[in-house]
């Protein structure tokens, strides 16, 4: 018991005894050490028992394992959707209350999601991260990759009734 006593008032005297040997950072426990180390060797210890996902912490793993059970604890109170986490409930109440805090230092748009900035800046800096491996060309979105890579498979995946 006194370890741990000892354990919580290094909480008190913010000293970090746990120095991370790969970057700047200390901690005042062994195990948040041990937590934060598989950042730099890429452990995923927690994996997935119904698909090919691994987490690095048990409870990402307890997130994620909502979207296989339908589990949705995060209810929309202006409409009748549900979210299984509470990052998409929160990202989804911005269509409700037309937030947009993602702006564009370019041009006058904003963005409710960081990754939607992130695509839209692509057309500012012409950046192409795509690239098709059967012809010379690049997209900006993997999506336009995807659709272009039909054309050289001759794939037709909407067909006509």
Do not use: V
């Amino acid at each position: 018991q006194s370890g741990d006593f000892k354990k919580h008032l290094r909480i008190h005297s913010c000293e970090k005894p746990y120095p991370c040997n790969q970057c700047p950072k200390s901690f005042t426990q062994s195990s948040d050490l041990k937590k934060h180390f598989r950042i730099h060797s890429g452990e995923k210890p927690y994996p997935c028992n119904q698909c090919p996902k691994a987490f690095s912490e048990s409870g990402s793993l307890k997130k994620h394992l909502r979207i296989h059970s339908g589990e949705k604890l995060y209810p929309c109170n202006q409409c009748p959707k549900a979210f299984s986490q509470s990052g998409s409930l929160k990202k989804h109440l911005r269509i409700h209350s037309g937030e947009k805090p993602y702006p564009c230092n370019q041009c006058p748009k904003s963005f409710t999601q960081s990754s939607d900035l992130k695509k839209h800046l692509r057309i500012h800096s012409c950046e192409k991260p795509y690239p098709c491996n059967q012809c010379p060309k690049a997209f900006s979105e993997s999506g336009s990759l995807k659709k272009h890579l039909r054309m050289h498979s001759g794939e037709k995946p909407y067909p006509c009734n």
